[in-house]
């Protein structure tokens, strides 16, 4: 399994451990904390203009907003670079796309219900899944009445979903009523999930619906061809027969005789009719679960929609590049000497490993990076420092101060 790039911890308990790892006095450990909190709001101020943009880019294609607003709006709104917003800030909050054989597996394998699950993928234009934060637990699920099986599940800590529909010309020409549609024509729904199971994908898609499988099909249908066929062929049409010419020759002998086939092959149908009731009930019951599942999703695990998605993913992006950045600040300050991108790489996920038993892919060259634009970080020969304490707080002083310079004309 590929490793992640997303450190699953929070930034406050990571600056803790950075304290304590790096032994600082009082002096220092007051240093850091406040290096720390002006990071936190240089981050926060540099993503307030990037998720207007993204609002506002979006705002003709939201699916919440009027078919009056969405057209006032529509010369404001480019979809190209509000696709492009969308990508940086899913890449910045460490998101992976899943790919359709993994999307198409879930489908066919659920964990939750043993129905065949249809999306029709013809609805859309353009559409794509990112998962983050994979996962494995092991849960209990039912099999047999009261008896449970536990199974180990993979799961995503969040899940987000775009899907951009095909617009109105496109149905009409399908000969479909667009005002019949369960969704808007032309728009893009953007929602986002916690702890979504990795065969539990297909759940996410609003237009997901469950269908009996050919499988089920066949095991409902064929003994109820064949059987009814024979049925009625030996035990129903004969003593039908039997019964009428004795009823035309008056013998009551035989009459009685066929009633009595009759009536044993009237029971034989009845059984088999029972059969496929159940047959029948038993896919109407997991279709209702199937259901109930889908409700949960949506009202226990959804954490946004559409554009109040914007917020949680900015969020996310920008607690994930303070850790990056505070990590690679704390071990490159604590180093002897220089150290190349590799180095510091393999210092901090040795020690996630170690000290936190987690494995993950350190995005060493994003951290850097941040380091190297704030300025509190500068490379010599490919191996890299960073400024003291004191001089990174003068100097992240000077950088929060310069966003607000403003300098009043002379009269």
Request: glycine fraction near 4%; hydrophobic fraction near 40%; include cysteine.
């Amino acid at each position: 399994m590929k490793l992640e790039h997303y450190i699953p911890f929070d930034k406050d308990f990571l600056l803790e451990q950075q304290i304590a790892e790096h032994a600082f006095d009082k002096h220092q450990t007051d240093d850091f904390r406040k290096l720390f909190e002006i990071l936190e709001h240089y981050f926060h101020y540099d993503s307030f203009n990037f998720i207007q943009q993204i609002k506002r880019n979006y705002a003709s294609f939201d699916p919440d907003k009027s078919h009056e607003e969405r057209l006032k709006l529509a010369g404001k709104s480019e979809y190209n670079l509000f696709k492009n917003s969308l990508l940086q800030v899913v890449e910045r909050s460490k998101y992976r796309q899943i790919d359709q054989a993994k999307i198409e597996e879930a489908i066919n394998n659920s964990d939750l219900v043993s129905l065949k699950i249809h999306v029709n993928f013809d609805d859309f234009k353009e559409y794509a899944i990112y998962g983050r934060g994979l996962h494995k637990t092991t849960e209990k699920v039912p099999r047999f009445y009261f008896w449970k099986k536990e199974v180990d599940i993979e799961y995503y800590q969040r899940v987000l979903i775009f899907i951009r529909f095909h617009d109105a010309e496109y149905f009409k020409n399908k000969k479909q009523n667009i005002h019949k549609l369960p969704f808007t024509p032309g728009c893009i729904i953007l929602k986002m999930f916690k702890r979504v199971p990795v065969n539990d994908l297909e759940t996410v898609f609003p237009n997901a619906i469950p269908r009996m499988a050919l499988k089920d099909k066949l095991l409902m249908w064929i003994p109820g061809l064949f059987g009814g066929v024979s049925l009625l062929s030996t035990k129903v049409i004969p003593p039908l027969i039997a019964l009428y010419a004795a009823y035309k020759s008056g013998e009551m002998e035989n009459t009685a005789k066929s009633k009595d086939s009759l009536t044993q092959g009237l029971l034989a149908l009845g059984v088999l009719g029972a059969y496929l009731f159940r047959q029948y009930s038993d896919y109407l019951n997991k279709k209702l679960k199937f259901s109930k599942t889908l409700s949960d999703s949506v009202y226990f695990k959804n954490l946004g929609n559409n554009s109040g998605v914007f917020p949680a993913l900015i969020d996310s992006s920008e607690e994930e590049e303070l850790k990056e950045t505070i990590l690679a600040y704390a071990f490159l300050n604590n180093s002897n000497q220089p150290l190349s991108a590799e180095e510091l790489d393999v210092q901090i996920e040795s020690w996630f490993l170690n000290t936190l038993n987690v494995s993950i892919d350190f995005d060493v060259k994003g951290a850097l990076q941040k380091l190297e634009k704030i300025g509190l970080g500068t490379q010599h020969n490919s191996r890299w420092k960073v400024l003291p304490l004191k001089e990174a707080l003068a100097r992240v002083d000077q950088v929060w101060d310069s966003i607000f310079d403003y300098n009043q004309g002379t009269t």
